[in-house]
Structure formats: C-alpha cells, structure tokens
C-alpha cells in the first residue's frame, strides 16, 4: 500500500520563525490535506491540496503530485499554532476515499 | 465542528459493558467514517458508511459493530468493551467520493475501558 512519512518528526521553534514541514508518498494519489491536531485533541482542516500553492493567512502549502511530496509552511509562528501537523493522502474508491494519514510532526513553539 | 457533533465527548466504563459513540452531522454529507487514535498507531480507520443503511469494514473493525439509519447520525457500538479498545475516537464526514471532499472531523470521545 501507499506509504505517508513526514519530516521533521518533531520540531521546537522560537515565536516568530518560520518553518518547512514535509509530506512524502510513494504512489500517486487523488488528493492530499493537511490537518493541525491543536493541545486539545481537535483536527482541524488546513489545507486541501491536490497540487498547486495555496495560502490561508501565515500558512500555505504546496503539493507537487508529480515529485510525490507535499510541503507546509507556517511563517510568523505563534504558540498558538503548536501540535500535531498531519498530511493525509487521499484515494479515490468505489464506495468511500480511502485516507491514509502520515505519522505527523509535532510542533512545539516557545514564547 | 462544522456540523459534527460526537457524544458522549468522554467515558469510562468497565470490560465486557456495551458502549454506543453517536455521531451527528448537519451537513448532509454522504460519506460517514469512524476512526480511532492511539499513540503510536496514528488514526486507523474502523468503520465507514457510504450511505443510509450502507456500511462497510475499515482496517480495524474487529470488536466494532456500526449502524447508519438516517443521513445524519452514524453510530458505533462496542458490544462488550475490552481495555484494548481505550481510545480517542474521531467521526469525520466526507460530500462524496471522487469529487472535491474534504474530510473534516468531529471533536473526539475519549473512551477509557476499565
């Protein structure tokens, strides 16, 4: 099956730096998002990403499906934005998008 | 939660009780999914529906039943809970495959079996 890795695995920045987070796949893919788990357990969306660059604020991620990487970039960072950053990947099946999730990278922003 | 809501949001409860997670969404989105999370295991998907009454098994679902009779609400059931099955466990919703979905997901229930 496809394989999802992320790099770095885990990641501590000062407030106000910025940063690259990786997504890489071994097989092609329909569809590929990005989720934040915050301190508190919650998912939240981020990005769906297929290909292309797309920004909401101090993040933007861009997927190149024809390399098989995605990357995010979190600019500014804040404490607020410390957790878990998972890409998953998505494939298109008969009867449900099958979602295979990276094992994240876990940030930590220091005041 | 975008539309999502996941009751009970935490319990505990003792092995070989039967325990029943809801998951409501107001979004009428077709696709309905139950996934749990452990440390070290990331999120394993157990169960999905793809419509009412239409369900089918994830990568693990031993120990899981589902049922799905209204558009809205997607239940899983744990008929007699085991200590393995300590969890945080997510529902996510979907519009549809093959289309532009995105998968967003409830707030969680912390599950501890005792």
């Known amino acids: 099956g496809i394989q999802v890795e992320q790099s770095p695995p885990d990641l501590i920045l000062q407030e106000g730096a910025n940063s690259t987070l990786r997504c890489n796949f071994s097989d092609s893919v329909n569809n590929l998002q990005w989720f934040h788990q915050n301190p508190w357990g919650q998912l939240i969306n981020l990005f769906y990403?297929?290909?292309g660059t797309k920004q909401n604020g101090r993040l933007s991620a861009t997927t190149v499906a024809t390399e098989r990487y995605s990357l995010l970039y979190i600019s500014s960072s804040q404490t607020t934005d410390s957790g878990v950053y998972f890409c998953a990947v998505v494939i298109w099946k008969t009867s449900y998008d099958k979602v295979i999730f990276g094992p994240g990278t876990s940030l930590s922003v220091i005041p | 939660d975008a539309g999502i809501t996941q009751s009970p949001r935490h319990k505990v409860t003792e092995t070989g009780t039967p325990v029943t997670l809801r998951c409501h969404q107001t979004e009428n989105h077709r696709y309905m999914y139950w996934y749990r999370q452990d440390p070290g295991h990331g999120l394993r998907l157990i169960h999905y529906s793809y419509g009412v009454k239409d369900t089918d098994k994830g990568e693990v679902s031993d120990g899981y039943s589902v049922s799905r009779s209204k558009t809205e609400d997607f239940l899983l059931t744990l008929e007699s809970a085991t200590s393995s099955q300590t969890s945080v466990y997510f529902c996510a919703i979907s519009g549809g495959g093959g289309g532009a979905n995105v998968l967003t997901f409830g707030a969680g229930s912390r599950l501890t079996v005792l």
């Open positions: 990403i297929p290909s």
